[in-house]
């Protein structure tokens, strides 16, 4: 192969804006709002007291940038996560398995104080704090889901494979995460889900 057969890309200039929960020069963006969010939280009657004074404005969002697919290529993002509870959890995102699951993924805290909740699906799980200018590398084959543990909006740098997709409906056959990250006085506690069932991979078509 020669340089003439090698389909060339442009760098890519980014600026994250992370108090904005911004990541300038991305091309993708998707919102989640409470509504979204429906079975997430364990405590049924508290999710819908809060629909009732739901102010429409998104829960948590992601800017992202992808230029290249397949495996060599990258995706880059900003996820941006607001303080809340849900009951006695805390605002967490929905979390996912890559659908390739041996992709592994990148996380680097830019402003507030959140945690990334880690499981495998034989039954290891791991809690690790993201707090800015620290970050968590997610190994290919671990669920995981990030859960905003402090006052404020708990934004993340995150970069993964291109090819490596989102199996998100994981969590839900499996009658949640492992473990719930709930408020304790003014921090948290990690707790089992007595919900949880296991987990199992998507079946292929």
């Given at each position: 192969m020669t340089a003439r057969d090698v389909r060339q890309v442009p760098p890519v200039p980014l600026t994250v804006l992370a108090g904005d929960g911004r990541l300038?020069?991305?091309n993708g963006r998707y919102e989640r709002f409470l509504p979204d969010l429906e079975g997430l939280y364990r405590d049924v009657d508290a999710y819908i007291q809060q629909l009732a004074v739901d102010d429409g404005r998104p829960v948590y969002w992601v800017e992202s940038s992808q230029t290249e697919d397949g495996p060599g290529g990258l995706i880059t993002g900003i996820s941006a996560l607001e303080a809340g509870t849900v009951g006695r959890e805390y605002a967490m995102t929905r979390g996912h398995l890559h659908a390739i699951a041996d992709r592994s993924e990148l996380y680097v805290g830019l402003s507030g104080h959140g945690v990334m909740i880690l499981e495998t699906l034989d039954?290891?799980?791991e809690v690790?704090?993201?707090t800015p200018g620290k970050a968590v590398?997610?190994?290919g084959w671990w669920v995981h889901r990030s859960v905003n543990v402090g006052r404020e909006r708990f934004v993340t740098l995150f970069c993964y494979?291109?090819?490596?997709?989102?199996d998100y409906m994981i969590i839900?056959?499996?009658?949640g995460m492992r473990s719930l990250v709930t408020?304790?006085?003014?921090?948290?506690?990690?707790?089992?889900?007595?919900?949880?069932?296991?987990?199992?991979?998507a079946e292929r078509a």
């Open positions: 300038v020069g991305s039954g290891r799980a690790v704090d993201v590398y997610v190994p494979a291109a090819d490596a997709g989102q839900e056959r499996a009658g408020v304790e006085g003014e921090g948290y506690r990690v707790e089992p889900n007595p919900d949880h069932r296991g987990y199992r991979l």
